[in-house]
């Protein structure tokens, strides 16, 4: 199963960025707070980026059971009823291009407690689609590929900015 993604759109990099973060926010990811600006910032860093996290804590005996019994029903749909997603850090990034914008999105769910599941890997591939539905008409998209890993060589969506900048585990 794939963690990100990399796009390339003619448009400017804190614009796509916007589009990026708006789109997973549709997806209900909440938007962390500027430590991830703030660092690169201080890095001197030609990206800019902003977390995202969704997920809560493992899930008691209780709360297991009901995320089972309506899964697969409409009350699936009732925000305090939905199942719950492994507590997963994405981050949102942009760089200029010689095209436009470079994006790159890239999940990365906890190492910590009951699973180290991708469950949210549908989510952000949902706000991808979004984000290229919204350039691709346009002819605005230059491409699109999909990511299994990212390089640790400053980028913001590796494991080890966001391990470093983060704390995330």
Same mark, same amino acid.
């Given at each position: 199963m794939t963690r990100g993604a990399r796009l390339i759109v003619r448009d400017r990099p804190d614009a796509a960025l916007t589009t990026l973060v708006e789109a997973l926010r549709a997806e209900?990811? $909440?938007?962390?707070d500027d430590q991830m600006s703030k660092a690169l910032s201080a890095r001197g860093s030609e990206w800019i980026a902003q977390d995202l996290r969704i997920g809560a804590p493992a899930p008691t005996w209780s709360s297991g059971i009901v995320d089972a019994a309506v899964q697969h029903t409409p009350l699936a749909f009732v925000p305090g009823l939905r199942l719950r997603a492994t507590p997963t850090v994405v981050i949102a990034s942009a760089r200029a291009h010689d095209e436009g914008a470079e994006l790159v999105v890239f999940s990365h769910p906890t190492l910590l407690g009951w699973t180290t599941a991708n469950d949210a890997a549908h989510l952000v591939s949902a706000a991808l $689609?979004?984000?290229?539905?919204?350039?691709?008409p346009a002819g605005l998209l230059v491409s699109r590929e999909a990511l299994r890993a990212t390089r640790n060589d400053g980028s913001p969506a590796s494991q080890a900015f966001v391990r470093d900048v983060l704390g995330w585990r």
């Open positions: 209900r990811f $909440d938007v962390g $689609d979004r984000v290229e539905a919204q350039y691709a």
